[in-house]
């Protein structure tokens, strides 16, 4: 069972426009979620959070979305950069002293030029 | 700061062998995890210490898996005997505590391949 769901497996926009990247997930438990970026061969890092409290946070070109009653949050980039080609993991946990992070299936970003 | 360390970078194995995988997390950092990433999946949690006590190993193949993270410092991780299906990345990382709401620091992973 998928608690965290990618259904778009990849994304292609171009360069200076917005990147809007989706993730639902079906665990009314969750309370806080990540979004994570891959170039390859490296490992995930970090690039946004939010928690259930609130329904946007914002970092500079990146702004994630939160909309509980659907399950579903989005990560929106603006203005995309060719820089920003990765794979965008969201993930998702409970608060908690031993919670831990469940990931998507990731979705790959291109940016053309 | 120094980032989470792996080695090594790249294995191929043969089904039924073992092997091994070390890593060393950012100074500092109490909570340490192992994950699996097969291709065309996200991370699964395998193990997660609390220094070096175990927090959570309920999706480690412990038939073939183990780990140990002595002096709750570096960790490794084994797999003795080796099948196909465990093909993957093998990610470490770590936080400055244990919960949801700390951002993990992952290391570059170790390529795992079974052949």
């Known amino acids: 069972d998928q608690q965290v769901k990618q259904n778009s497996p990849s994304l292609s926009v171009q360069e200076g426009r917005i990147s809007i990247l989706n993730c639902d997930y079906t665990?009314?438990?969750?309370?806080?979620f990540l979004w994570y970026k891959k170039y390859p061969a490296e490992g995930p890092t970090f690039l946004i959070s939010?928690?259930?409290?609130?329904d946007k946070n914002e970092d500079g070109r990146f702004t994630v979305f939160l909309n509980k009653s659907a399950k579903h949050l989005s990560l929106h980039i603006v203005p995309s950069q060719p820089g920003d080609s990765a794979v965008y993991f969201c993930?998702?946990?409970?608060?908690?002293?031993?919670?831990?992070?469940?990931f998507g299936k990731g979705i790959t970003l291109s940016v053309r030029p | 700061e120094a980032g989470v360390a792996q080695s090594p970078r790249y294995k191929i194995i043969e089904k039924r062998q073992s092997v091994a995988f070390w890593c060393n997390p950012i100074s500092g950092h109490a909570t340490l995890y192992w994950y699996q990433q097969i291709l065309g999946q996200g991370p699964k949690l395998l193990i997660q210490f609390q220094n070096n006590g175990v927090v959570d190993d309920s999706q480690l193949p412990k038939d073939r898996f183990s780990a140990e993270r002595l002096k709750g410092v570096d960790s490794t991780l084994k797999i003795q005997p080796a099948k196909l299906e465990d093909s993957a990345v093998y990610l470490c990382?770590?936080?400055?505590?244990?919960?949801?709401?700390?951002?993990?620091?992952f290391g570059n992973g170790t390529r795992l391949t079974v052949t």
């Open positions: 990382a770590s936080s400055p505590r244990q919960g949801g709401n700390s951002p993990l620091h």
């Open positions: 665990n009314s438990m969750f309370d806080y």
């Open positions: 993930a998702a946990s409970r608060t908690g002293a031993n919670s831990k992070l469940t």
């Open positions: 939010i928690s259930s409290i609130k």
